[in-house]
């Protein structure tokens, strides 16, 4: 099983460093491959997303990745900046579905900036459209407007557009998911407002004729905003487009106090994955060993899981963090009084210790 290990910038090195830790003491045969991607490689080789980076992540059987982005590379051209390195991999990939768990850890619930009893035992499954949308929809552009409140003033303009099969395609995804957990799903659209989504919603309640055994409700995204903080616990999968996904993920990361601890998984047909850890590459602290490693530990898991095969090794490293998080272990994002101060490379240890024990 090979491997492609994109660590990327600001963090993530010293995040990546500490999953292919906890990866090299399970005795499975994985072949790791470690390529540059993002500003570094921009650096290193003029592009974010070179030839030999995506040649390497299209012959892997999954990509573990860092994070991207610097605030140095902000003035670049658009097609040079770090987060063409993820949207590029995406596409080129197929990389369609978008697995982002929102998991309330037991030993956090208080680091959340919600009430204790709103998110206790929180853990809901955003399934976010990742190829499609207003983020890859032709045409988009700058010109001259000929219509609209202001005719000849400058303006830009996206393309909001889902097809028939992407829709389809995440909704299956997101019932079958909806069969493992609770058998229910949360399809959030703006279908009052966008054809696109009026039809997502056409789409998504025909597929559901072939799941009857999965409850189906549908919400508007605002009205989904809104229950994400007041009553997150009454969402389990909830399945959304690029743009609506991209923003409610990150909400529900919040609701579990600790952005540092989520993991996330993007798939395409075949199984074929990418693993990364929701946060971003965190540039105001990089270099200095405090980043939480667990995230990108927890999307090992997920790798493991989802591309590899390898369920009983995913959950030996969750039980692991379990552990680490019980042994009162804690890096600065999760801290609280009462708890030990760790570092990434300390935290990455304790895993591998807790793995090693539990033997
Ligand atoms: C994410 C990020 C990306 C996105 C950026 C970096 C392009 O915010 O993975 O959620 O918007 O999809
Ligand atoms: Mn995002």
Same mark, same amino acid.
């Given at each position: ?16 460093? *500490? ?17 540059? @991607? ?24 999954? #990509? ?21 390195? #993820? ?25 959340? /900036? ?17 190829? =499609? ?33 992407? #829709? ?57 905003? +809104?229950?994400? @903080? ?12 690029? +743009? ?6 990150? *909400? ?5 106090? /600790? ?13 074929? =994955? ?67 101060? @760790? ?17």
């Amino acid at each position: 099983m090979k491997i492609a290990v994109l660590p990327g910038d600001g963090i993530g090195h010293e995040i990546i460093a *500490e999953a292919v830790k906890v990866l090299n003491v399970l005795d499975l045969s994985l072949e790791l491959e470690t390529a540059s @991607v993002g500003g570094t490689a921009y650096k290193e080789q003029g592009h974010p997303l070179p030839e030999s980076t995506l040649k390497l992540a299209k012959e892997a059987d999954a #990509i573990l990745f860092g994070a991207v982005g610097d605030f140095q590379y902000d003035n670049l051209e658009r097609h040079l900046r770090p987060e063409q390195a #993820i949207l590029g991999l995406r596409k080129e990939l197929g990389l369609f579905a978008n697995l982002r768990p929102a998991i309330c850890y037991e030993q956090l619930t208080h680091a959340s /900036s919600l009430k204790p009893e709103l998110v206790a035992g929180l853990d809901l499954l955003i399934i976010r459209e990742l190829t =499609g949308d207003i983020y890859f929809g032709q045409p988009r552009g700058r010109r001259t407007a000929t219509d609209g409140h202001f005719p000849g003033a400058e303006e830009a303009f996206d393309t909001m557009r889902y097809s028939r099969p992407e #829709i389809e395609r995440i909704a299956h995804t997101a019932f079958q998911a909806a069969r493992k957990r609770k058998n229910k799903v949360t399809s959030v659209d703006k279908a009052n407002v966008l054809e696109t989504f009026q039809f997502w919603r056409d789409v998504v309640t025909e597929v559901h004729q072939q799941y009857q055994d999965v409850t189906l409700e549908h919400m508007y995204v605002d009205n989904a905003a +809104m229950q994400l @903080v007041k009553a997150p616990k009454n969402l389990d999968v909830v399945v959304t487009g690029n +743009m609506f996904g991209d923003i409610l993920s990150d *909400e529900a990361a919040m609701l579990t106090g /600790s952005i540092g601890m989520l993991p996330s998984a993007s798939l395409n047909a075949r199984s074929q =994955g990418l693993y990364e850890p929701s946060h971003g590459s965190a540039p105001d602290i990089a270099g200095q060993g405090i980043a939480n490693p667990l995230a990108t530990i927890l999307s090992a898991a997920m790798m493991l899981r989802y591309s590899l095969n390898q369920a009983e090794a995913a959950d030996r490293i969750e039980q692991a963090v379990q552990t680490v998080l019980a042994q009162g272990l804690r890096t600065g994002d999760i801290y609280s009084e009462g708890t030990t101060r @760790v570092g990434t490379a300390q935290m990455g240890d304790a895993v591998v210790a807790a793995l090693q024990n539990a033997r």
